[in-house]
């Protein structure tokens, strides 16, 4: 019970001090962003990675935040979602940093300030990308919490370089299913008129529809005005691509097969409305109903795995951090500091 209080005074002082990681930039600031989003305030320093990447030279972008008061010698490592800036990990980050840990944040290749690559992705690229990373700061095993796609990523990480990672907490994830089953492929062509087309009105029900979100939309302005913002750039068609790319390799590279097979002790902390399943527009109508049953996916795969374990949160869609932030990092540092 006394590791319980302390991590809710943690929580607490989290709280009044620091605000949302949505509230760093004003929703109607109608400004032109640079695709890596220079002029976009992130919470901490942002350092970068030189990387190479479809023949160019390209900068991975992350945070490294130090633990605040007595370090444990841990290092948590976010991975954050495909609409979304690592930005958004802040209350986390404050929390973790709060209770001794070091906070490593990047912006994966194609997303936030990192650059914006125009070949295909693949997860183990971008592994390769995150060891790299990892290298580069002398950390030899870290902890993951990953949000979405990173989900998938983390699962990828895991199994590609297994020795580096300690615990895996999974939050939301997406790929668990493999949507090559329900969902036909679609052309480059069509994603790059679909988002192109995409207004401030079509993405922000967008995320409050296919996130089922418990937050006013007014939480998620910031990042809706963020993607309108960045069509004011001139290198706005390479963003575009780069945002097509990131679907096809989570359409057509799965993990799901693989999460049975990861060894190390693994949280999926799911919110009960959370059906999100990218590509459902795309299926068939009689197929789409059985997809993106995300918690029961979740708790079935948890016990098909060494050391799983599944928590679902009710009322709460797809961004659970920011929807239940208190209850995510209590449960977050409660399995941390158990592992």
Avoid: C
């Avoid at 907490?169 to 052309?187: C, K, M, N, Q």
């Avoid at 693989?258 to 795309?282: C, Q, S």
């Avoid at 374990?309 to 932030?325: F, K, N, Q, S, Y």
Wanted: glycine share 8%.
């Amino acid at each position: 019970m006394d590791a319980l209080r302390s991590v809710s005074a943690l929580l607490l002082a989290a709280q009044l001090t620091v605000a949302p990681a949505a509230a760093q930039t004003r929703a109607d600031d109608a400004s032109p962003l640079g695709i890596a989003l220079e002029g976009f305030a992130y919470p901490y320093p942002v350092f970068f990675l030189e990387r190479m990447r479809d023949g160019e030279r390209q900068r991975l972008a992350y945070m490294d935040v130090p633990a605040e008061g007595q370090a444990n010698g841990r290092t948590v490592l976010l991975l954050h979602g495909r609409n979304f800036p690592s930005s958004y990990w802040q209350p986390v980050i404050l929390a973790l940093s709060r209770a001794g840990y070091r906070v490593l944040v990047p912006d994966q290749l194609g997303f936030g300030k990192s650059a914006k690559p125009v070949g295909p992705y693949t997860f183990d690229a971008m592994a390769a990308d995150t060891v790299g990373l990892l290298d580069s700061l002398g950390l030899p095993r870290v902890d993951v919490v990953a949000h979405s796609m990173g989900g998938m990523l983390a699962v990828r990480l895991t199994r590609n370089a297994p020795a580096r990672i300690n615990s895996l907490v999974l939050e939301a994830p997406i790929g668990l299913e493999d949507y090559r089953f329900t969902v036909p492929p679609v052309s480059d062509a069509t994603l790059l008129r679909l988002e192109g087309d995409a207004t401030a009105d079509s993405y922000r029900r967008q995320l409050m529809t296919n996130y089922a979100l418990s937050l006013p939309s007014s939480a998620i302005e910031p990042f809706v005005s963020v993607r309108e913002r960045v069509k004011g750039s001139g290198e706005y068609p390479r963003w575009l691509q780069s945002f097509v790319n990131s679907y096809q390799a989570i359409w057509g590279q799965p993990v799901v097969h693989e999460i049975p097979l990861i060894p190390v002790p693994t949280l999926f902390l799911m919110g009960e409305n959370d059906h999100n399943a990218p590509g459902k527009p795309f299926a068939p109508e009689s197929l789409r109903a059985d997809m993106g049953r995300n918690a029961e996916h979740a708790r079935t795969l948890a016990a098909r795995m060494p050391n799983g374990r599944a928590v679902v949160l009710p009322g709460i869609g797809h961004l659970v951090h920011l929807e239940a932030t208190d209850q995510f990092n209590t449960l977050t540092l409660e399995f941390l500091n158990g592992h």
